[in-house]
């Protein structure tokens, strides 16, 4: 099975800065790979998928690029509605997430 | 509007049954694969089930193979999940998505906001 690491596992920051998370498949997924953000008590939203598609409806700060198995999630001027938990997920073999990367108010 | 409505948590025994329930709603139900996810108190995201529009190819996470099943009822616009012989490390908030398929890959675009089924004696 394929086994995703995410890091950092949180992070804290202040509104205006860049934000990158990074996530590493075990194994070559392609661009077979989602990221999504969840916040408390909420629906989990997806934000990207195929790597760097861009969900429609997303802001355009939002970003992900990278391929078989090293990809990014970059934040380009974090805002305060984007505090919460970010999670890769991979959909080549088991549709396994990521352990999430907290965002949190510096 | 496009909606997914869990139901059907609760407190529940160890070795015991639970079915949880997902009324859709706004969309082609009959259409699209529908996914249960959930997520342990303090843990992240586990996948842990899905069903392909018509019902007949079902796929499950290993730690739920053999006790859980998942089913719907198109005519009914429901998504189902049985639960048999509960453990406490079932506890969590369970929710459903929405399956959309993009040329070789899918990710799952409308969540609901999940019902949480504790697992205690």
């Known amino acids: 099975d394929v086994q995703m690491t995410q890091s950092p596992s949180s992070l804290s920051a202040s509104v205006g800065d860049r934000v990158t998370i990074t996530c590493q498949a075990s194994q070559n997924i392609n661009t077979h790979l989602n990221w999504y953000q969840h916040k408390p008590g909420k629906a989990p939203k997806v934000l990207v998928y195929?790597?760097?598609s861009l969900q429609s409806g997303v802001p355009s700060r939002f970003s992900g690029s990278g391929s078989g198995t090293d990809f990014t999630l970059t934040i380009s001027s974090l805002q305060p509605e984007d505090f919460a938990t970010y999670y890769c997920q991979e959909t080549f073999n088991t549709l396994t997430f990521g352990p999430g990367t907290k965002v949190d108010i510096k | 509007q496009i909606q997914v409505v869990e139901s059907g948590g609760g407190v529940v025994q160890p070795g015991k049954s639970l079915r949880l329930s997902c009324a859709a709603s706004g969309f082609t139900f009959s259409s699209f694969g529908m996914h249960w996810v959930r997520q342990a108190p303090g843990k992240g995201l586990e996948w842990v089930a899905v069903i392909w529009y018509n019902g007949i190819n079902k796929y499950y996470a290993d730690s739920v193979q053999g006790r859980f099943t998942i089913s719907r009822d198109n005519s009914k616009n429901t998504l189902y999940l049985q639960m048999d012989s509960l453990r406490a490390d079932d506890t969590a908030v369970y929710y459903c998505?929405?399956?959309?398929?993009?040329?070789?890959?899918?990710?799952?675009?409308?969540w609901g906001q999940g019902t949480l089924v504790t697992v205690s004696s």
């Open positions: 195929a790597a760097s």
């Open positions: 998505a929405r399956d959309i398929i993009y040329g070789s890959g899918t990710y799952f675009d409308s």
